[in-house]
């Protein structure tokens, strides 16, 4: 088994800390992973995006050059990645603040209200939660078990979230 995913969005949407959780998750399934983060100039409202590959075996490079899937959280992440995406991989993408539809027929496109979702939990920060519920849902990567027993590893210090967030893991996998 091998998944290789680029998450992506603007910097303040998670989507680093996502892929954190995602390759924690993997590290305690004793299966090998790699996460290759990417900032834009500036911190907050910048382009971010990362690189996750999760195998069971090893792995030679954390560079994905064409990935199984693509996360997009805002448009110009889909415009970026959508490109790279091999025929037949997997695209998530949020359709809260993408208005546009993926132009590709030879993938699959999974759309996910992720803000609205997000909104109705309390907070549009667990949005990035919603979107790998879906990823998680989708490719069997991981189990949801196992992202869900490292929220409190991977978000230290921030317990008051961590129901929030198993919700929003749990919304974002009714998503396939």
Same mark, same amino acid.
């Given at each position: &088994? !091998?998944?290789?995913?680029?998450?992506?969005?603007?910097? +303040?949407?998670?989507?680093?800390?996502?892929? #954190?959780?995602?390759?924690?998750?993997?590290?305690?399934?004793?299966?090998?992973?790699?996460?290759?983060?990417?900032? +834009?100039? /500036? &911190? !907050?409202? +910048?382009?971010?995006?990362?690189?996750? $590959?999760?195998? %069971?075996?090893?792995?030679?490079?954390? $560079?994905?050059? /064409?990935?199984? %899937?693509?996360?997009?959280?805002?448009?110009?992440? *889909?415009?970026?990645? /959508?490109? !790279?995406?091999?025929?037949?991989?997997?695209?998530?993408?949020?359709?809260?603040?993408?208005?546009?539809?993926?132009? !590709?027929?030879?993938?699959? $496109? #999974?759309? #996910?209200?992720?803000?609205?979702?997000?909104?109705? *939990?309390? %907070?549009?920060?667990?949005?990035? &939660?919603? #979107? *790998?519920?879906?990823?998680?849902?989708?490719?069997?990567?991981?189990?949801?078990?196992? $992202?869900?027993?490292?929220?409190?590893?991977?978000?230290?210090?921030?317990?008051?979230? *961590?129901?929030?967030?198993?919700?929003?893991?749990?919304?974002?996998?009714?998503?396939?």
């Amino acid at each position: &088994m !091998r998944q290789e995913v680029i998450i992506s969005g603007f910097g +303040g949407q998670g989507v680093i800390k996502a892929g #954190v959780l995602l390759a924690t998750a993997a590290m305690t399934e004793d299966k090998r992973c790699t996460h290759f983060p990417s900032y +834009g100039a /500036e &911190m !907050r409202g +910048g382009t971010a995006n990362c690189s996750v $590959i999760v195998s %069971t075996d090893e792995i030679a490079s954390p $560079i994905i050059n /064409e990935p199984d %899937t693509v996360i997009a959280m805002n448009e110009p992440s *889909l415009d970026k990645f /959508e490109p !790279r995406l091999k025929k037949g991989g997997v695209l998530i993408y949020n359709s809260s603040l993408i208005s546009k539809k993926p132009s !590709r027929n030879d993938i699959d $496109i #999974v759309a #996910v209200p992720a803000n609205e979702i997000a909104e109705q *939990l309390g %907070t549009t920060k667990c949005a990035n &939660m919603v #979107v *790998l519920g879906a990823y998680i849902s989708k490719t069997h990567a991981v189990s949801l078990e196992s $992202i869900k027993s490292s929220i409190p590893k991977v978000f230290k210090g921030k317990d008051k979230f *961590l129901a929030t967030n198993k919700s929003a893991l749990d919304k974002g996998a009714q998503f396939k």
